[in-house]
């Protein structure tokens, strides 16, 4: 019997994990491995998954848990700063009428389903490690990963997000840009009424909203223009979001009560790239975050690199030809819907950093998730 091809996915976020789940599903020898000695050590404290991100994970075998451990919902809130409800916006379900339109959740609850799929799949895992492309031909790869061994593999996934070392490499120099803006993310106690995300524009953020992320718990932000990092100690980061969140109503000063410990609070400046060149070199491909990024004004990064996964899996089990036209395939399918998402996420926010009070941002939202709602 021929040995199954072999593949090593370098990275165990969201794309990196669910390309390995389809991938073992498939049949293939898949070896992951993740830079980190612990896999769910994720920053930030909530996620907004939109239905085409759920529609992935269902694929991906695991839309139960995320079911039973998130909080779903079917409408944002558009409020004034003082918490008035301005209105509120039926959302499209992106992943389909089977699925709500949105699923708020705690992202190593998300990480930690993802982690016991890929360990249930049998994929060989090798945490604290990393990987160094040697040599490629036509046929595979060949690797030499950090703890001193040595493989060939017939495929490389590249899925070790924004700062992906992988995409320096093989010799494509696009890197993340910021595009001026910045968040403080916490994730705090729900209060009661608290049971779909609510978006405040103005105020002295451009953008304060919270999102369910469990029965218990959501996860609130700000917005603002980005700032030197250096210029803010870690031990004043409740103090920097309270500044912020204290001129909010509504359920903000419930919320803000539980802004008290810096080391909950997460600071993270937004960043854009999109990849415009193939996706690939020779049997070297990136998803997710290692071929673009967005600010998560659409919510959507995660939701493009968990599609990236399956339709490079699709891709790769309906052909044994894993060569330049497959990749191209694969690019090509994506980018045809990255483009138009990151384009819109970077939109939106420089609206605001412009002050466009007549901004169509519902439209541009409206188009946009109509286009997702498509398969990709
Ligand atoms: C503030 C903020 C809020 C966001 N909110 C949302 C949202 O609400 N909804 C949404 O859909 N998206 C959101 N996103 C985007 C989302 O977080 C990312 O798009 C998604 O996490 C990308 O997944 P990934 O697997 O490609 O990369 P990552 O999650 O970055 O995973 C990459 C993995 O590779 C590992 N790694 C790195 N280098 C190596 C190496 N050399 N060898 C081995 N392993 C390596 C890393 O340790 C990491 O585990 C947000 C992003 C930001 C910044």
Redesign the pocket.
Known sequence: MPQPRKILV????????AVTILLRRAGYAVDL????DD?NA?A?S?????GN?LRVLREVGVWDQVQASGFGFDSVGITAPDGTVLHVQEDLRTGGDGLPATVGMQRPQLQQILIEAVRAGDASVRLG???DILSQDADGVSVRLSDGTEGRYDLVVA????????RAVIGITDKPEPTGMA?W?ISARRPAGVTRTDLAYGGPAYIAGY?PTSEDTIYA?VVEANRDRASIPAESYADEMRRLTRHYGGFWPEITEHITDPAKV?Y?W??RMLVEDSWHRGRVVL????AH?C??TL???????LEDAWVLAQLLTGSDAWDDALFQTYYERRIARVRPVVEASVQIGRWQLDGVRDADVPGLMGRTMTMLRELP
């Open positions: 370098i990275g165990g976020g969201a794309a990196g994990n491995v993740e830079a980190k896999w994720t930030g909530g996620i907004t998954l939109q991100a490690t990393t990987a899925a070790d997000g924004l700062g992906s070392a992988t968040i993310r999102c932000y997460n993270t937004f960043d998803v997710g975050d290692a990024c600010p998560p919510a959507q990064g995660a939701a493009m690199s």
